[in-house]
């Protein structure tokens, strides 16, 4: 969603209410920018269509990820312009039309969703799924500059407060909310996030 999105009047909404005025502030007008964004995507998802895919939302991020280490290999400007930043672009307005803020831990939320763990449907804040969603979403407002366009203050604001689940007790990462030990998984996805997502983590956790 570009700054066009949120424009009243000739003025755009982050100049109105300041997002460095205050973080809350710009969350309240992430919330509504979400609605906008959630009409758009669901009607226009392919994989929203399809049942047998429904939930699956980390093929998005899978997808900006791939865009994403195309342009860090081959730093082609040119096709970034044209044909990487339009795609991952679209990729974060997604992820942010299936971001949930809750007002009690003040974090979004992704839930009703499939990680490559396909025994694990329906759940909530998969880490694999939030890590992939982040990297859309950061890959999305921090190349916009380099394309010549207004980095989204959106984007930023809901990769920076998306939870990536932890326990500290047994020191890993669920597989998503609710996940037990001795739960059956069909993928360990979880172990992807140190190659090839790079998520930062201590190194006893990785292992």
């Known amino acids: 969603m570009d700054e066009r999105a949120v424009r009243r009047g000739g003025e755009s909404r982050s100049e109105r209410v300041g997002f460095e005025r205050s973080k809350r502030a710009a969350t309240l007008i ?6 906008t964004n959630r009409r758009f995507v669901c009607t ?31 730093h082609d400007l040119k096709w970034l312009k044209s044909e990487g930043f339009p ?14 803020f809750d007002d009690g831990d003040e ?7 499939m990680s490559p763990d396909e025994y694990a449907s329906n759940k909530t804040d998969p880490p694999y799924t939030i890590s992939v969603a982040k990297i859309s979403l950061l890959a999305a ?3 916009a500059s380099i394309c010549g366009q207004t980095p ?26 609710g996940y037990e ?15 090839p997502l790079c998520v930062q983590m201590e190194p006893q956790t990785m292992k």
């Open 30 to 35: 992430a919330r509504e920018e979400l609605e």
């Open 44 to 74: 226009r998802s392919p994989l929203r269509s399809s049942p047998r895919a429904l939930g699956r939302d980390h093929l998005q991020g899978d997808i900006a990820l791939a865009f994403l280490q195309h342009w860090q290999t081959t």
């Open 87 to 100: 795609v991952i672009h679209e990729l974060a307005r997604f992820w942010v039309s299936r971001a949930d």
């Open 107 to 113: 974090s979004w939320h992704i839930r009703s969703t």
């Open 141 to 143: 407002y921090e190349l």
């Open 152 to 177: 989204n203050m959106t984007f930023k604001i809901i990769a920076d407060a998306l939870p990536l689940l932890y326990n500290s007790t047994l020191d890993y990462h669920p597989e998503h909310v």
């Open 181 to 195: 030990p001795t739960q059956r998984i069909k993928q360990a996805d979880v172990v992807m996030l140190g190659s």
